[in-house]
């Protein structure tokens, strides 16, 4: 699995927008949102029922993303049509502010070394910095959800350039080495 300090891997996917069967759909690349930060985040499988939750806490999140110049984008292994019958069906996911990636191939699962056995991803979160650069990862069990919170949390502590201590929130003191 590719870790702090690697590269995010080059990849070109569709990506579910919304429920417009003729607008809804874009192209995306490594390369969209250049000079932000990315929080990419996969889930195992659409129509599932930990993966909603998660969506819908990231889309809470997502002004608080976009303030720290972050682009949320969610990801899963299947299809764009999948992912929008999925948000025209499912009432908390209607307006999910961010791009859902369509890995159907699993190309880029596989480049992160997130495509579990299964053939489906991890549930897994990259935060990448502007020089497409892995800052920081995480991996839960697929029974367990992920923190939205916290992720948001983390990357404060990334953008502060400094020292953070455990549980560090935006707005408390650093550390110092002197």
């Given amino acids: ?13 569709v990506a579910n927008t919304s429920t417009d069967i003729n607008s809804g759909f874009t192209t995306l690349t490594n390369k969209s949102f250049e000079g932000k930060w990315k929080c990419y985040f996969f889930w195992p499988k659409d129509f599932t029922f930990v993966c909603p939750t998660e969506i819908v806490g990231f889309g809470e999140l997502e002004e608080d993303f976009a303030d720290r110049d972050c682009q949320l984008i969610g990801g899963s292994t299947d299809s764009d049509f999948v992912h929008l019958s999925w948000r025209k069906h499912h009432a908390d996911l209607t307006d999910s502010p961010f791009p859902w990636l369509s890995d159907i191939k699993g190309d880029l699962c596989t480049a992160l070394g997130i495509l579990g056995d299964d053939g489906v991803a991890q549930r897994a979160t990259f935060l990448v910095d502007p020089n497409n650069e892995i800052q920081f990862v995480m991996v839960t069990a697929g029974s367990v959800g992920r923190n939205p919170k916290e992720v948001l949390r983390v990357l404060d502590a990334l ?3 400094e020292l953070c201590p455990c549980n560090w929130s935006k707005g408390e003191e650093t550390l110092s080495v002197a």
Avoid: C, K, V
Wanted: charge should be negative.
């Fill in 1 to 13: 699995m590719l870790t702090i300090g690697d590269q995010f891997p080059e990849f070109e996917l």
């Fill in 159 to 161: 953008q502060s350039d």
